[in-house]
Structure formats: C-alpha cells, structure tokens
C-alpha cells in the first residue's frame, strides 16, 4: 500500500501542471472601446451601458463590472470557471456585433479637439497615456510653460487666456493650411466662437467657510490677491484680512475676470486694483507691490512680462 501510494506521488508530481507564478485570475472577458470625442458621462451612456446591455443576456455569467473615463470604455464580463475561454470570447462577440449598430460610428472618429491644459482633476496630458489620439488639437491655458510638452501631442496652437477672437481665427487658418480648407465655412467657426464661451460669465463673489458652521460672502471687488501658503489657497483683502479658499489657483483663474485679474507666477493671482508700483528686477523680471502686505515677493517672468503689461494696459 505504501508502494502504491508512493508511486501514485511521484507521478502526480512529475504530471502536475504548476507555474512558477499561478494565474489566480477569474474567467473573464474585457471589453475595450476608444472614442476621444467623449466625456465619462458620454461614454458611460453612448458606449458603456449599450455594451453591459448587451451582455446581460450571455448565460452563465458571474458579474459584470465597467469603468467609464475620458475616451474609453472598460467593461469586464466574469465567467463561470466552467466555461471554456474560447468559448466566452464567442459569445461575447456575437454580443458585440448585435450593439455595434446602436453605437454610432462617427463617435470614434474626432476632427478636431480643444483642450483645456488644466482641469479639475489634474492635467489633460494624463489622458495621453490612456488614450491614442490621431486629430489636431488646440490647447488653451493660462500659462506658457507647457508649450513644448503640447506640440509633442499633435498639437495645432498653444492660445493663452484671455482668449479672443481673433486668436481662435489665427488658429484655425493655421488648420486650414494643414487640412486643405476643410474649416473655412464661417457658420462652423461662429459656432466654434459659441461653444468656446468667450463671454463666460466670471463669478462677482465667493463663498468661503468661516468660524464655525456659517459662509462668508465676498466679493470679488474686496480680493487684492489671492496667494499659497504652506500648500493652502489663500485671499488677502483690501482690508488686510486673510480666508482661507476651497479652491484651487487653477479653479480660481478659470472663474475670474481676466481683464481685472493676472496669474503673475505659481503662488499668486493678483488683481489690478491692488498695485502699488512695479520695479524693474533681475534677467527681465518684474516685481510686483500691492497696496496689501504679503510674505513674498510677487516676481513675473521675463517670458509674461509683455502679456503683464498689456494686461494692465487693457
């Protein structure tokens, strides 16, 4: 018996089927779909719930899970351990092809895409690295420092804010050139003119937490500044009294008045109201006084020293 069972070892040993590093995943089957047109709500509505639809009616499957993001759909199908892997990518093809039709294809297909370098939640060039995107593009942002980085991406124009008209037409004539015309009708750039929102409607106050439970109104008119310190967002009033923001510097430019405020470097936003006197400073940088006191010294690069002036000159 002690033969028996030892042989039975040494066999089972040798006929064992074992990797050095098991793959422990569940049966399941991925989907994958790419649209850079699309925002995660478009995607998880145009894309995403079409798909799960679809694959609820496969038979013995465990789960169905999805995630939605900027430009793509992932939506995973789980398996029961008994069914066959070539026979779980069949049924979920046939699937596909019966929601192919409901999905439609000009969704896959962008001409042209405008990108706001700095959104809510990180930096646009992050998608790059999710998303293969093949069209022009046009960034906008308040800061010339990541112009390098955005003509490696397809890019067509850099255009800093305060954008104008005039800006998005020296844009597109430069698309034109690349694209043989293709945009030249002047009803598609009124409409581009519209979708950008160049008469955006920037807030006149805020609503800032205050002692205790209660929000504090203020107003626009009263900020001298708005500056970071030791990582918090903070605004100085022409009444040298200090709130802490729930914003971001990045939020706040987007929402004020580029004529009555500047992004003079990466801790402060100033408003045109609160300075005092400029001086002339090292390699062609300026620096900015306030009416106000504050802890640094508000210094603007020589590359924004002309954007400065024009926009105090405005």
């Known amino acids: 018996m002690t033969l028996i069972l030892l042989v039975a070892g040494i066999y089972a040993m040798l006929t064992l089927p074992v990797d050095a590093v098991p793959d422990i995943t569940n049966n399941q089957v991925q989907i994958v779909t790419i649209s850079p047109t699309l ?9 995403t719930f079409p798909i799960e639809i679809a694959m609820s009616n496969i038979m013995n499957v465990v789960e169905i899970r999805s995630v939605s993001r900027f430009g793509l759909s992932l939506v995973t199908v789980v398996f029961k351990e008994s069914v066959p892997t070539l026979d779980a990518r069949q049924l979920i093809n046939e699937q596909i092809q019966t929601v192919v039709g409901e999905i439609p294809s000009e969704l896959g297909v962008p001409e042209l895409i405008f990108m706001d370098i700095h959104l809510a939640d990180g930096s646009s060039f992050e998608i790059f690295e999710y998303v293969k995107i093949q069209c022009p593009i046009i960034f906008t942002t308040a800061y010339d420092e990541y112009a ?19 800006d998005i037409k020296r844009a597109m004539d430069k698309l034109n050139v690349l694209k043989g015309n293709k945009y030249e009708n002047d009803h598609t750039f009124s409409q581009l003119i519209q979708s950008m929102n160049l008469h955006k409607q920037y807030k006149n106050y805020f609503l800032i937490p205050n002692k205790g439970s209660k929000l504090l109104p203020l107003s626009t008119e009263s900020i001298a500044c708005f500056f970071i310190e030791n990582g918090v967002v903070k605004t100085m009033t022409f009444n040298k009294e200090s709130h802490i923001m729930p914003h971001t510097l990045e939020e706040l430019v987007e929402n004020l ?28 940088r300026l620096s900015v006084n306030l009416v106000v006191p504050v802890k640094d010294k508000i210094l603007v690069t020589k590359a924004r020293v002309n954007e400065f002036k024009q926009w105090f000159g405005g």
């Open 39 to 47: 925002a995660p709500q478009e995607v998880e509505q145009l894309i």
């Open 148 to 166: 390098l980085r955005a003509f490696k991406v397809n890019s067509v124009d850099y255009l800093l804010k305060p954008i104008g008209e005039k």
């Open 257 to 284: 008045n580029p004529k009555l405020f500047f992004r003079a470097n990466r801790q402060y936003i100033i408003s045109k109201r609160a300075v005092k006197d400029i001086d002339f400073w090292y390699n062609g």
